[in-house]
C-alpha cells in the first residue's frame, strides 16, 4: 500500500467517523516513528514533505480546516529536526 492510498482510506474511514479524534475540528495524525516514515520515501525529504502536503490538500478537500500532524521524534531524529522543512509545521 502508498502513503497516497493510505491517506485516502484514513481519510474516508476513519477521520469522518464521528468519534474520530479532532482538535479545533481537524483530524488527528500520528506518524510514531518519523525518521522510518522518511526513509519510506527514500531518505528523500522534499519527497515526504511534499507527500505531507498532498495529504494535508486531501483533507482539506475532504472537508475539513487542516491536519492536525504529530510526529514522533526519538533522540537521534530529534537532533536532525531543525533541519526539516518548515512547511512541515501545519503553522507555517
Not at 28 to 48: L, Q, V, W
Request: contains cysteine.
Amino acid at each position: 500500500m502508498t502513503f497516497g492510498t493510505l491517506t485516502d482510506y484514513v481519510i474516508a474511514k476513519y477521520f469522518k467517523h464521528p468519534s474520530y479524534r479532532q482538535l479545533g475540528g481537524c483530524p488527528y495524525f500520528s506518524i510514531y516513528r518519523m525518521n522510518t516514515f522518511i526513509e519510506t520515501f527514500g531518505g528523500d525529504r522534499a519527497k515526504t514533505a511534499a507527500a505531507l502536503a498532498r495529504f494535508r490538500e486531501k483533507v482539506k478537500a475532504a472537508g475539513f480546516p487542516n491536519l492536525h500532524l504529530n510526529a514522533v521524534l526519538f533522540a537521534s531524529a530529534a537532533r536532525k529536526a531543525a533541519r526539516w522543512p518548515k512547511s512541515w509545521d501545519s503553522t507555517a
